[in-house]
């Protein structure tokens, strides 16, 4: 069964902590995206990969094809990075498998 | 930037009766989703569109649920008699040229059924 995982589901750190989030999948995959989803509701795309890794600015995603692992991370974070993190996969066709996401909160 | 648009931004229907979520996709994207997501839970797969006709579709997308691209811009998805299990948040997400590649989210349709 396709199935992406993530922990933690819920993660409090202080402003400028360096931020990891994890996610598994259960085959493989032909990309794995990252996507944040803002209190509001609405899902802005992160990053796509299928390989590697890949930065923007402060936020790093990288994954690990053998291990069926992906981790973002976040440098010098702040907290207008408190959001919910949502790691979501293709499972060789066009739809996207969602995990559960992880909720941030960045304390000032 | 391009930018996916949903309308309305928030629906309250009373159920048995039929609601129409609307999307203006990204002009030169050519693969279309409806997702859902029932507050506080993951966000699921409904339906996949390219082509003028689905190519996917998950097990929720029942008899109830249908989407179409009336005139060539917008994407609709209709459900027939709605069920307040069917109160959640709808996002229309694009892809442009090729499957997998980025899928860019419209701003969601927040149904509500009393």
């Known amino acids: 069964k396709n199935e992406v995982e993530q922990s933690p589901q819920n993660l409090t750190a202080q402003e400028g902590e360096f931020i990891t989030i994890n996610c598994s999948y259960s085959v493989g995959i032909s990309a794995l995206h990252w996507l944040q989803q803002h209190p509001g509701g609405g899902i802005v795309s992160l990053f796509m990969l299928s390989s590697g890794k890949k930065k923007h600015g402060r936020l790093i995603a990288t994954i690990n094809i053998q291990e069926k692992h992906s981790s973002l991370h976040i440098t010098a974070s702040h907290p207008r990075d408190s959001a919910v993190y949502i790691c979501?996969?293709?499972?060789?066709?066009?739809?996207?498998?969602f995990g559960t996401g992880t909720r941030l909160t960045i304390i000032p | 930037e391009p930018e996916v648009t949903q309308t309305p931004s928030h629906q309250v229907t009373q159920m048995g009766q039929e609601v129409i979520l609307r999307c203006v996709p990204i002009s030169n994207h050519l693969y279309f989703y409806w997702y859902r997501q029932i507050l506080g839970q993951k966000v699921e797969f409904l339906v996949s569109?390219?082509?003028?006709?689905?190519?996917?579709k998950s097990e929720i997308f029942d008899d109830q649920f249908s989407v179409e691209r009336p005139d060539g811009s917008n994407f609709t998805l209709k459900i027939r008699s709605t069920k307040l299990e069917d109160s959640a948040m709808y996002f229309c997400a694009t892809t442009g040229l090729a499957v997998n590649n980025e899928q860019f989210f419209g701003p969601g349709t927040r149904l509500t059924v009393l």
């Open positions: 569109f390219y082509n003028n006709e689905i190519s996917e």
């Open positions: 979501a996969a293709n499972f060789g066709n066009e739809k996207l498998t």
